[in-house]
């Protein structure tokens, strides 16, 4: 993980401010220079790759975990695309121009470690100040926007009006209080660029502050902990961003900033009611569909394509319809039902349209093309679970043929939290089309593979569960023949003999490795890194919570949030 030696973040926001307007724009005063570093380097790949290591480990299995909780380092998380345009909606209001940003990156599958773990570019810097000035510039232009959004009418620079909105705006946008001497510094700026108009003068400061680092950057640099001098605990004011970008994806609320100026987030019960009214409110329903897109690379469904020559099932309309399928389902097991979010592994209830419907060969009264509604899939069927339908079945196979060793990778690093490296970078991955496998399955072209050393390792692990899944084509349908030859779909699981993908679905019922990898996945998530084995004590203290909880998502988030995990960090270091 990138870190911020010697500078620390303290330092590094200096350095992490973006470019200075003149004349023409303000200056934000917060910062002395700007950004012009590349994209730092990294030991996580930077895209959709996963963690490297022992093929089939876990990766929070290797060395010795201390028997206490020790917190670990800050990081310093970029807003990415989606929490800047949430932080921008909430401060400047709807309806706003969407303004091209530097892409996010997500190692480790999530894009909170790519915003902690990558600077930005010069462009990236650029692209920051042109969306400040295009945002500020719309607003105050149309004056019913500009008037309620300072909520009064400034009759000179710098006058009352003015400092009142900048102390308010700067709040909102800082996600904390303003010093008096950063509400001097952007009254200063509101006052010396307005040329005799007030409302030019703040069209420039509210510019600058969606320029500054404290916008920009979530800073979690923590406070004296007076429960343990060892370590620090994060202020209310971070414990309301850190809560608040976990449950919406966006900024803290005005009511939430209120909660930590009253030093309620520093308890256990305010931190509570505090996140169960963000869980009852519909952004959270956003956000958690935000995760799960993430932790399941849903996003891969967009790039996926197939010949409807070859595929007549398979429409421009189907990858979208498989997504909504998935998102249906999460849906329904963590706000309609609460149920145990392990189900998604293994439930026979799914959403179909009149599409799906028709690929999984099951009736749906009332499905249209748009219209989604509740099935049970056969008892016995070949499906259950996600990893039986349409969106991973597909997205992890090839044009034309299956990929035992892509669903088997996805099985062992998403669901089950296991480490699978890459393969080497000299060897071929490509087994050809059907019509040049010389009559042999997927299977057996395979099977090949695992007697080769070089290939062996990765792919014993990998494809027997890979296997699996070969009664389901590269598109999701059920077949009985690959290549003209009967499907032999048994495999296994870590030496457990199983025939199907429904054997797999009722194996993963009761692993307890599904309920360990969600924690660390969220986990993941929610803290923008990888966990230190310092951190394994709370993480399995949450796990057992989890437990209790019966696997109930929700629960796992409000546990998560009075964690000692959640709310703790260690003093920074130079090393």
């Known amino acids: ?76 998380p970029r807003l990415t695309a989606t929490q800047y345009r949430n932080a921008i909606e909430h401060l400047l209001g709807p309806g706003l121009p969407g303004m091209p940003l530097e892409p996010d990156t997500n190692p ?125 605990r994060f202020t209310g004011w971070e414990m309301a961003t850190r809560l608040s970008f976990l449950l919406w994806n966006g900024p803290p609320d005005d009511l939430l900033l209120d909660a930590a100026g009253r030093g309620d987030l520093h308890t256990d019960a305010g931190l509570t009611a505090e996140a169960q009214r963000l869980l009852d409110d519909p952004r959270a329903r956003v956000a958690l569909q935000e995760f799960f897109a993430q932790y399941l690379d849903l996003a ?55 599409e799906l419907a028709a690929l999984y060969g099951v009736a749906a009264e009332g499905a249209s093309p748009i219209t989604f509604v509740p099935v049970e899939l056969p008892e016995d069927g070949p499906r259950a679970g996600i990893l039986t339908l349409g969106a991973f079945l597909t997205m992890n196979a090839h044009e034309t043929i299956t990929s035992p060793t892509n669903r088997g990778k996805y099985l062992r690093e998403r669901v089950l939290c296991q480490v699978i490296p890459p393969p080497p970078g000299d060897v071929d991955t490509d087994l050809g089309d059907d019509e040049n496998m010389d009559a042999q399955t997927v299977r057996e072209k395979l099977e090949q593979h695992q007697k080769d050393p070089i290939c062996a390792g990765c792919h014993s692990i990998i494809d027997p569960p890979g296997f699996l899944f070969e009664h389901f084509d590269s ?77 109930r998502f929700k629960q796992l988030l409000l546990d998560l949030v009075v964690s000692e995990a959640f709310r703790t960090v260690a003093e920074e270091t130079d090393a």
């Open 300 to 354: 891969r469904l967009e790039h996926v394509s197939r010949d409807p020559a070859r595929w007549p099932m398979f429409s421009p309309t189907m990858t979208a319809s498989m997504r909504t399928e998935v998102q249906l389902l999460v849906d329904d097991l963590i706000h309609r039902n609460d149920g145990d979010i392990r189900q998604l592994f293994s439930t026979r209830r799914t959403f179909v349209n009149a």
């Open 108 to 232: 480790y599958l999530f894009y909170n470690i790519g915003a902690t773990t990558t600077f930005l570019s010069e462009l990236g810097v650029q692209q920051y100040e042109e969306a400040a000035d295009a945002l500020s510039r719309a607003v105050f232009a149309d004056q019913a926007r500009r008037e309620a959004l300072v909520g009064c009418v400034p009759l000179s620079p710098g006058d009352g009006c003015v400092q009142n909105f900048l102390a308010t705006f700067g709040r909102r946008a800082y996600r904390r209080p303003l010093t008096p001497d950063e509400l001097g510094r952007w009254t200063d700026v509101a006052a010396q660029l307005a040329e005799g108009d007030a409302w030019r003068g703040l069209q420039f400061a509210v510019a600058g502050v969606l320029q500054s680092p404290h916008f920009l950057y979530r800073v979690e640099l923590g406070e004296p902990d007076p429960g343990d001098p060892t370590r620090l």
């Open 475 to 551: 598109i999701g349908g059920y077949r009985t023949l690959d290549n003209g030859y009967p499907v032999d779909a048994t495999g296994n699981l870590d030496g457990m003999p199983l025939d199907g993908a429904r054997d797999l679905a009722e194996a993963l019922k009761t692993d307890p490795r599904v309920g360990r990898c969600i924690v660390n996945q969220l986990y993941r998530h929610a803290t923008g890194r990888l966990p230190e084995l310092s951190e394994t004590p709370a993480l399995e203290a949450l796990e057992q919570r989890f437990i209790k909880a019966d696997h």
């Open 1 to 76: 993980m990138v870190r911020l030696p010697r500078l620390g973040i303290a330092g590094a926001l200096i350095l992490l401010g973006s470019a200075c307007y003149d004349d023409n724009s303000a200056r934000d005063s917060d910062q002395a220079a700007s950004s012009t570093g590349e994209s730092a380097g990294t030991d996580a790949p930077t895209g959709t790759g996963e963690p490297t290591g022992s093929g089939g480990e876990s990766d929070s299995d290797s060395g010795d975990a201390p028997e206490a909780f020790e917190p670990a380092e800050p990081v310093l």
